[in-house]
């Protein structure tokens, strides 16, 4: 269970995100929507690491685990898909893999599974990763995250800037992932694609959680109106 | 003929060693994008605790040298962990700063210990031998610190290209803050990187004591070498490097040649030039 209570977040003298509480069960997946500037990333970011949070604010299976170090956080098991996929330019495909791979935990996911789930980068692994389409360098990032065999793998923005026929082979891996039996969260700005993705969602606007609720009986006029605030 | 072949060799063989100076500053250029101000006098540094081992201990230069590389390593990590890792990422002016302060210490401190009197580590009988093919004659000693540069550069290529090391190294050169996000740690990175570098630097020191008198003012112009070769060859390639060293210091054996005081000058020149002709360096991509 990886669970955020009570997290308060700034950056210096802007506070992003106001006492959020939020829960994600082994295995499960959460979608997490709201609008631009919503917190969703900081959120995200503040449970890898990258932001600071006291230690409370984050608990996985009990033990307090916030504000530690990326690499602690990806040897417990929490691994994040930056926004943006950020892979590095200067490495091919497979280095970008064999990073993560080497850094991570060892766990089900291998080179040889992952090519089993995206066979379509078998044929890549060479290539310098800046060469690749959109939807094949996300393919790669959701990979290199993977590889580090994380119990919780958190995505920010997977299907930005996407043609619809690479967001369907996005995920398509992320259903892989969850039969896996792997935690998802998603966030997503696609709200109908993401509650029908996920088990339960979140709504946040403005720093704070303002819906939450079973993603099959969401009401989509009212997750709407809480996702703009109008 | 011959004597031009002999200058040609004299001046590849000097550029060579001054590569093997660049290289370090090209590693910190390019993993930390930090500019280290210290490098020459680190250099100096290396060179009189080599000079002080084999004066405490009476081995030759080459088993004294194995005796500081564990220390400069151990420097070079701490001096990245405690010191430089405060400045390194936020802009490049920081470290600039910093660490021109710490020539400006490492200056007088090596004063202060060691006086302000001209060394020299002595090579022994090695630096009288020489070989001879096809009548051209070529000091061992000059020869020897070529091939151990030129074999330093091809292994850290080498490395960076295909280990889990330098695969860390290029990624978090790329994107450090992703780079904490695939497991890399990347103060702890930095530091072991740095202690790499003085590694490198202590082998440079040597090799460059073993062929030039040295004191504790001799930093800055070691600095000044090694950064034109690096800029030379263009930033982030280290045969570019090889290839700034050579040209560096094959003017300078060729304007030595012509005079004994234009050797540097001459140096100085050819890389004005060049930056002129191509700004990006030889190797250098256009737009970066």
Redesign the interface.
């Given at each position: 269970m990886l669970s955020i209570e009570n997290l308060s977040a700034q950056y210096g003298m802007f506070q992003a995100l106001f006492s959020v509480n939020l829960e994600v069960g082994p295995g499960e997946v959460v979608a997490l929507v709201g609008a631009n500037g919503a917190g969703k990333s900081t959120l995200l970011r503040s449970i890898?690491?990258?932001v600071k949070v006291p230690a409370v604010a984050v608990r996985l299976g009990g033990k307090a685990v916030g504000g530690r170090?990326?690499?602690e956080q990806?040897?417990d098991g929490i691994?994040?898909v930056?926004e943006g996929r950020?892979l590095?330019?200067?490495?091919s495909v497979e280095?970008?893999l064999?990073?993560?791979l080497?850094?991570?935990r060892p766990g089900p996911w291998t080179m040889v599974r992952l090519l089993d789930h995206v066979p379509v980068l078998a044929g890549l692994m060479s290539r310098p990763s800046t060469s690749l389409s959109g939807g094949q360098q996300q393919l790669v990032a959701i990979g290199?995250?993977l590889l580090?065999n994380p119990s919780y793998l958190l995505c920010d923005e997977v299907s930005l800037g996407l043609s619809p026929m690479a967001v369907d082979v996005v995920y398509g891996l992320l259903d892989s992932v969850k039969r896996e039996g792997t935690a998802v969260v998603l966030v997503e700005q696609n709200v109908r694609r993401a509650l029908a993705s996920s088990s339960r969602y979140y709504c946040m606007q403005k720093g704070r959680v303002v819906l939450e609720g079973k993603s099959s009986s969401a009401d989509y006029a009212r997750v709407s109106t809480a996702y703009f605030g109008v | 003929m011959q004597m031009a072949v002999e200058t040609l060799l004299n001046g590849v063989m000097l550029g060579a060693l001054y590569a093997l100076f660049g290289l370090g500053l090209s590693l910190s250029l390019g993993i930390m994008r930090m500019i280290n101000i210290a490098h020459g006098d680190l250099i100096v540094l290396g060179a009189y605790l080599t000079s002080a081992a084999v004066e405490a201990t009476g081995f030759s230069p080459f088993f004294a040298l194995l005796l500081v590389l564990p220390v400069m390593f151990c420097l070079g990590w701490s001096m990245q962990m405690f010191l430089l890792n405060r400045v390194v990422g936020r802009s490049l002016f920081a470290p600039l700063l910093l660490t021109f302060g710490i020539s400006i210490v490492l200056q007088n401190l090596l004063q202060e210990m060691f006086t302000a009197d001209t060394r020299s580590l002595r090579a022994g009988e090695l630096a009288l031998l020489g070989v001879s093919p096809a009548g051209i004659s070529i000091g061992v000693l000059p020869l020897l610190s070529a091939v151990v540069s030129v074999a330093l550069l091809g292994t850290t290529h080498w490395l960076i290209e295909n280990t889990h090391f330098g695969r860390q190294a290029r990624a978090v050169s790329d994107d450090p803050e992703t780079a904490r996000l695939v497991g890399i740690r990347d103060r702890q990175f930095f530091a072991t990187v740095t202690g790499l570098i003085f590694v490198s630097i202590a082998i440079a020191a040597a090799l460059y004591a073993l062929r030039t008198p040295f004191s504790p003012t001799a930093g800055p112009e070691r600095l000044l070498y090694s950064f034109e070769s690096v800029v030379l060859g263009g930033l982030g390639s280290i045969w570019g490097t090889l290839a700034g060293g050579v040209i560096i210091g094959t003017a300078q054996v060729l304007g030595a040649k012509l005079s004994s005081g234009l050797g540097p000058f001459l140096g100085h020149v050819v890389f004005l030039i060049a930056l002129l002709v191509r700004p990006q360096g030889l190797f250098g991509r256009a737009s970066a």
């Open positions: 890898v690491g990258s170090s990326e690499t990806l040897l691994a994040l930056p950020r590095f330019a200067s490495l280095e970008n064999l990073v993560s080497r850094n991570g290199r995250a580090s | -």
